[in-house]
């Protein structure tokens, strides 16, 4: 079993904790890692680049003159794509981006993702972080403490002093054990977790 130290707020060891091996340790395979990343990023795009083609662009449907005898060039209707203001020949049009990744693919990318925080040392696990009020200053001293920039937090509940007191933080994310996914492990230097929330994870994480 993987050991790790569980500290308080001001990073006084408290005690230890043994991790689940098959959570925290297992073999790191850095194409699954690229899929499932993948994956998450091409999911937020919005894909509502649009323009109109000839069907779609109002306009008259009759021939704009003869075929002959003007002297000018043939011409159909006025939203043929050559014209000004008429329609976009193959232009964009919306789509979803979504690629579909099976749930087991999901679970074993953030149990790598996990064990390369533990592998690296930058897993730290906490009592608790219930700070005594709303205040970003008392957020920032505890990360100071710890001397980390660019954390990710989860929560095993609903905390709303350290959801707010960390919203203005740019460098930091909050998120429940819910939420936990490879994407934001690996996007985040450090990785704080509450212990009551280890458990929960290793429950939800579980093959």
């Known amino acids: 079993m993987t050991t790790v130290d569980v500290y308080n707020l001001q990073k006084e060891k408290i005690s230890d904790l043994e991790l689940n091996d098959n959570i925290f340790n297992v073999p790191v395979k850095k194409h699954v890692l690229h899929q ?4 998450q990023l091409a999911g937020k795009r919005s894909g509502s680049a649009a323009t109109k083609g000839r069907s779609e662009v109002k306009s008259s449907g009759s021939k704009l003159w003869r075929q002959k005898g003007t002297g000018r060039a043939r011409a159909g209707v006025a939203s043929s794509p050559t014209r000004r203001g008429g329609g976009v020949a193959f232009g964009p049009s919306p789509r979803n981006y979504t690629q579909r990744t099976p749930k087991k693919v999901r679970k ?7 064990t390369d925080k533990v592998r690296n040392q930058q897993l730290f696990v906490l009592e608790d ?3 005594p009020e709303i205040k970003t200053k008392g957020f920032v001293e505890v990360m100071d403490a ?3 920039k660019k954390a990710l937090i989860v ?6 002093k350290l959801e707010k007191s960390s919203r203005n933080v740019p460098w930091t994310k909050v998120m ?5 996914n490879a994407y934001d492990i690996l996007k985040f230097d450090y990785l704080f977790v509450v212990k009551p929330a280890i458990e929960k994870i290793e429950e ?3 093959a």
């Open 36 to 39: 499932v990343v993948l994956a």
């Open 108 to 114: 074993a990318a953030v149990r790598m993702a996990l």
């Open 129 to 131: 972080f219930n700070l």
């Open 146 to 148: 710890f001397a980390v």
């Open 155 to 160: 929560t095993d509940e609903k905390n709303e």
């Open 176 to 180: 429940r054990y819910e939420g936990l």
């Open 204 to 206: 939800a994480l579980v």
